[in-house]
Nanobody, 125 residues
């Protein structure tokens, strides 16, 4: 069974940093595309970042590029999203997602196979 469990969320002020972690089981990160999405109340689930099994290909939403960094540690079965210079518009429930070993359109939520339960990030001005 595949399980994705997020941690590291919280409430911070604008300009602060948070690091989200996604601990996985039932999948091999060396053969699986991984991503982070987020969803604010009343809005569609929004792509944040994705990383290929090899760690070579990385994609970021324009809204987070140069502020967020996605990374993996295959030995620890974890995916991390380092979030710097947080803004109030980053406030959302954040979700870890796992795909397959195929190249996919990472910005489309429906292409992802497994999802974590979500964790709240709240940024106050």
């Amino acid at each position: 069974q595949v399980r994705l469990v997020e941690s590291g969320g919280g409430s911070v002020q604008a300009g602060d940093s948070l690091r989200l972690s996604c601990v996985t089981s039932g999948i091999s990160l060396s053969t699986t595309y991984m991503a982070w999405f987020r969803q604010a109340p009343g809005k569609e689930r929004e792509f944040v970042a994705a990383i290929s099994p090899s760690d070579v290909y990385i994609d970021y939403a324009a809204s987070v590029k140069d502020r967020f960094t996605i990374s993996k540690n295959n030995g620890k079965n974890t995916v991390t999203l380092q979030m710097n210079a947080l803004k109030p518009e980053d406030t959302a429930a954040c979700y870890c997602a796992a795909g397959s070993n195929q190249m996919i359109k990472p910005r489309v939520p429906g292409g992802w196979l497994y999802w974590g339960q979500g964790i709240q990030v709240t940024v106050s001005s």
